[in-house]
């Protein structure tokens, strides 16, 4: 054998007559299906219809928010129950929440709230016109004020008046 043909035939001449491999093309990480795409747009809109309802829910919730406010500002029993009265007209309507007085009114505080209005604080707000308008709230009738104002479930016609207007 001659020497010219043993080095083309030799192991590293064969390997140096290699071609490198043609890569091939990258993967496509879009998704080949239509289905996929429904599922897309499928969440994109349930996460448009909670955003949106999360929406009209804090702006329902409004009034709640202020009287909140409103209550850690209160010096006096009379601007508390004020407070409370005004959450309860922007809660629920008017003519089932504008006559109520005395007992009526704390029942009504009671009936609405996720937890019994206490009888305690009920009577200092039921005594409060009568009261010295300077006299600052108990630490009882400020919590169960914030409870009600918290936990209270708004009449849904109410909610919605509000909302379209």
């Known amino acids: 054998m001659n020497e010219e043909g043993a080095e083309t ?30 599922l897309a ?12 309802r999360w929406h009209r829910r804090h702006l329902a919730n409004a009034y709640r928010r202020a009287a909140l406010a409103e209550l850690d500002r209160a010096g006096t029993t009379a601007e508390l129950a004020a407070i409370l009265r005004r959450a309860a007209l922007a809660a629920f309507p008017r003519a089932e929440v504008a006559s109520l007085t005395g007992a009526d009114w704390t029942a009504f505080l009671s009936r ?18 009568y009261r010295d308008p300077d006299a600052a709230p108990s630490p009882e009738l400020r919590r169960a004020a914030e409870r009600w104002l918290k936990t209270h479930r708004a009449a849904p016609a109410t909610l919605a008046r509000e909302l379209t207007a």
């Open 9 to 38: 035939e030799s192991l590293v001449g064969l390997i140096n007559q290699l071609i490198d491999p043609v890569p091939p093309a990258p993967v496509s990480l879009m998704p080949q299906t239509w289905g996929w795409v429904a």
């Open 41 to 52: 747009l499928l969440l994109a809109g349930l996460l448009l219809w909670g955003l949106w």
């Open 112 to 129: 609405t709230g996720r937890s019994r209005f206490p009888d305690t604080a009920g009577e200092e707000l039921r005594r409060a016109p």
